[in-house]
């Protein structure tokens, strides 16, 4: 079966700190992978998302995803975060035959100015 | 950008009574949509995945019969909940992608609120 973890229920940082979210999936198949941003009152948004090629994906507002398939994982991760980026972060899965997308419980990321 | 929207935003009803929520793609057409269920500080549950001109497929745990899917036309799947209970009060969100099912471009609805008295 198709699940997605993600193992920070609740980050909260400093401006300017490094910012990594971990997210682990468990699927047979080809994978899609997605990571959403929830701001306060928002729709969600894609902030990246990766099917093939070159497995470091670059996305929006300077957030970078990298796909270690033998680790099942795809981290999030920003080099500098900044208070505008405390949001809900979810990761996604995609797979392929079961033709769905599952999201992770998500990581609440608070930044504190 | 493409856009889904849903009415009502937010919607508050008596127990035992049924609520009708919409999900539209506003510019694009779209044979499947997704629906989902958020619950507070959680992450999304999908609950059933609508397919224009045939029947909904529920996920595990899912009542058919409590919630009801139709997508009756490319822009439009309705969910009915019905007989809504407190226990079913949440956020629901509907999704839908673009090009066919391609899902680079799965574009999120803003949610529906229902609160079930």
């Known amino acids: 079966a198709q699940s997605v973890s993600q193992h920070n229920h609740h980050v909260i940082l400093s401006e300017a700190a490094s910012l990594e979210l971990g997210c682990n999936y468990s699927y047979g198949g080809t994978v899609n992978l997605f990571w959403y941003v929830q701001y306060p009152g928002q729709h969600l948004q894609l902030l990246l998302k990766?099917?093939?090629?070159?497995?470091l994906v670059k996305g929006i507002k300077g957030f970078e995803a990298e796909f270690i398939k033998s680790k099942f994982s795809f981290n999030l991760r920003k080099p500098s975060v900044q208070w505008s980026d405390t949001a809900e972060y979810f990761c996604?899965?995609?797979?392929?035959?079961?033709?769905?997308?599952?999201f992770g419980s998500g990581t609440r990321l608070s930044i504190r100015p | 950008g493409a856009v889904v929207s849903q009415h009502p935003s937010r919607v508050i009803c008596k127990s035992g009574t049924s609520v009708k929520i919409e999900c539209r793609s506003l510019d694009f057409q779209a044979t499947t949509m997704f629906w989902y269920r958020q619950f507070p500080k959680q992450s999304l549950m999908l609950m059933a995945t609508s397919n224009e001109g045939s029947k909904a497929t529920y996920e595990q745990g899912v009542e058919k019969d409590k919630f009801l899917i139709n997508h009756a036309s490319l822009t439009l799947s309705t969910l009915t909940v019905t007989s809504a209970h407190p226990e079913d009060s949440s956020f629901y969100i509907c999704?839908?992608?673009?090009?066919?099912?391609?899902?680079?471009?799965?574009?999120f609805g803003p949610g529906t609120r229902l609160t079930v008295l």
């Open positions: 999704s839908a992608p673009n090009r066919g099912g391609n899902t680079d471009t799965q574009y």
């Open positions: 996604a899965v995609y797979g392929s035959s079961a033709s769905k997308i599952i």
């Open positions: 990766y099917f093939s090629g070159d497995p």
